[in-house]
């Protein structure tokens, strides 16, 4: 009896010493991984995390470690391309996306360190949901290392379109350092130049623009070429310098280039000032502030320059159109204002894409399709329905096909496209006993009785052709039964019938009696 009772006891008390056995970061990264390629959802992942005595603190530190890993393979992957010439080549200097993430890691780090101190009692019961706060603490880490594909469905209800385009890791609009310099890129401090003296005489001079605007070449002096383009800089050169190598040639090359600071400010999910490569867009500036939040428009990202509007940037003239209108190089000192979006717009139903669009003022219901992909096949597509609010109350419009490029499209409204009606036109049927039963086309081959069994190709032996049955729909849309002598059609004794549009001709099989009869 003792000993049933031992056994009892360790069954018990098993299941608790394995639930406070402790998880290493590595085992907690592949319990992770393993569980959402499985297709768990994160609720569910944390679920078992805590259940495991793993903590808030751990989980943050797993999170860190996997995104450093992420972080060295992709710089392992780029860092060993440079070749013997890597002098002259040039590279992004800029700070990435993930260098101004670290002091919100960090300062999520201390809150999560203070909140393991502040409850050191664990024995309490988790409720695992939205009142348990370490609980909701675990989702959002979890949400930051792995994406719950539920989620990512329930929210795709009210996606807008593009507005995810800077929050992708595999879309960074990073520029590309090793292209041709520009002709309209201006040197400026920090810049790095080679000077080549070739000919008579052969030398090279590494300088970097001084603060002041100037290189100093070795036994000449400083030369001004803050400000200057490449080519006007050759022409400085040479100018100066020819004098003293009446026999060489001198040639200014752009090698490294400085880094410059621009502000992104307005509706933006991280709004302040960022410093870039020199060759940076408006496009890499925006992936860098996290891309536009809620509110942030898409179609009407404005550029300053020295408080002057330089250029107008349109995200959807670039996903749809491929064309980088706007998306200029900027400059120091640049400003991007990111304003509220001016027309939002919901489109449902029938369409490729359906989803909230950002619309220009004065955009058409034919814009709005067009960005939606146009109609999908099985689309109604001679109307559409627009629900409207109008301050006190909904209003319903629909609109025709030939007015989609005038109606205008307000903030807020509702585009619906049905699908088509459950129906056939221009065709007749045939059912019962024939070798191919079914729906056939009514034209200039099927138009009447005698054509419709020649293409059903015939009846079958045991058809009973006396009393067929045709039925046919009215002007009211009622039903009429039309009887048919088959077999007196097919020999010429009797008329043949016209047919109409949803004709139903039924040819109805004999009896068993009246078969065996006819067989024997």
Do not use: W
């Not at 800077?166 to 040197?187: C, G, H, V, W």
């Not at 490449?230 to 310098?241: I, Y």
């Not at 992104?264 to 496009?283: C, K, Q």
């Not at 204002?337 to 950002?358: A, W």
């Amino acid at each position: 009896m003792r000993r049933y009772i031992v056994y009892i006891l360790l069954a018990f008390l098993m299941p608790l010493a394995v639930a406070a056995q402790s998880m290493t970061d590595d085992q907690v990264m592949a319990f992770v991984a393993k569980e959402h390629a499985a297709g768990t959802s994160n609720a569910q992942i944390v679920t078992k995390l805590m259940q495991r005595g793993v903590d808030i603190s751990q989980i943050h530190r797993v999170r860190t470690k996997y995104e450093s890993q992420m972080n060295q393979g992709s710089m392992s992957s780029v860092g060993s391309k440079n070749g013997s010439d890597a002098s002259r080549m040039r590279t992004n200097n800029g700070k990435t996306r993930n260098d101004y993430g670290k002091k919100a890691d960090a300062e999520a780090a201390e809150y999560s360190s203070q909140r393991v101190k502040a409850q050191p009692d664990r024995s309490y019961t988790h409720t695992y949901d939205d009142n348990d706060e370490e609980y909701v603490d675990f989702q959002k880490e979890m949400a930051a290392m792995v994406s719950s594909d539920k989620d990512s469905l329930a929210k795709s209800k009210n996606r807008v379109f593009g507005r995810d385009i800077f929050n992708s890791k595999l879309l960074s609009f990073e520029p590309n350092m090793n292209i041709a310099t520009p002709q309209n890129y201006r040197l400026g401090p920090g810049d790095a130049v080679i000077i080549d003296i070739y000919g008579a005489s052969q030398k090279t001079e590494q300088c970097t623009v001084s603060p002041d605007g100037d290189v100093t070449i070795e036994g000449y002096g400083p030369v001004q070429v803050s400000g200057l383009t490449v080519a006007q800089a050759n022409a400085r050169l040479r100018s100066t310098l020819g004098s003293r190598y009446t026999s060489s040639r001198v040639r200014l090359t752009v090698g490294q280039t400085r880094t410059i600071m621009v502000n992104v400010m307005g509706e933006v999910r991280l709004p302040g000032t960022y410093t870039l490569s020199a060759f940076a867009t408006v496009f890499h500036a925006l992936y860098m502030a996290g891309g536009t939040n809620e509110l942030g428009t898409l179609r009407n990202i404005k550029v300053y320059r020295s408080g002057r509007l330089v250029t107008v940037v349109d995200i959807y003239d670039y996903i749809l159109n491929g064309r980088l209108t706007g998306n200029v190089r900027l400059a120091e000192g640049d400003v991007i204002v990111v304003g509220p979006y001016d027309c939002l717009v919901n489109i449902s139903g029938k369409v490729k894409r359906p989803m909230f669009y950002e619309m220009k003022k004065n955009e058409s219901v034919a814009s709005l399709l067009k960005y939606a992909g146009s109609f999908t096949g099985d689309a109604y597509t001679k109307a559409v329905r627009v629900n409207r609010k109008t301050g006190r109350e909904y209003s319903v419009y629909n609109v025709g096909e030939f007015d989609f490029a005038s109606f205008h499209i307000a903030d807020g409204d509702s585009v619906e496209v049905d699908s088509i009606l459950p129906r056939f036109a221009n065709t007749v049927e045939v059912r019962g006993a024939v070798f191919r039963p079914g729906k056939y086309n009514l034209g200039e081959h099927v138009n009447s009785v005698r054509t419709l069994l020649a293409q059903a190709e015939g009846v079958t032996e045991k058809a009973f052709t006396a009393r067929a049955v045709m039925h046919r729909m009215k002007a009211d849309r009622s039903l009429e039964a039309i009887r048919v002598d088959v077999a007196g059609i097919m020999s010429g004794r009797v008329a043949d019938i016209p047919l109409k549009e949803n004709d139903v001709l039924f040819i109805p099989t004999r009896p068993e009696e009246i078969q065996e009869r006819t067989l024997t």
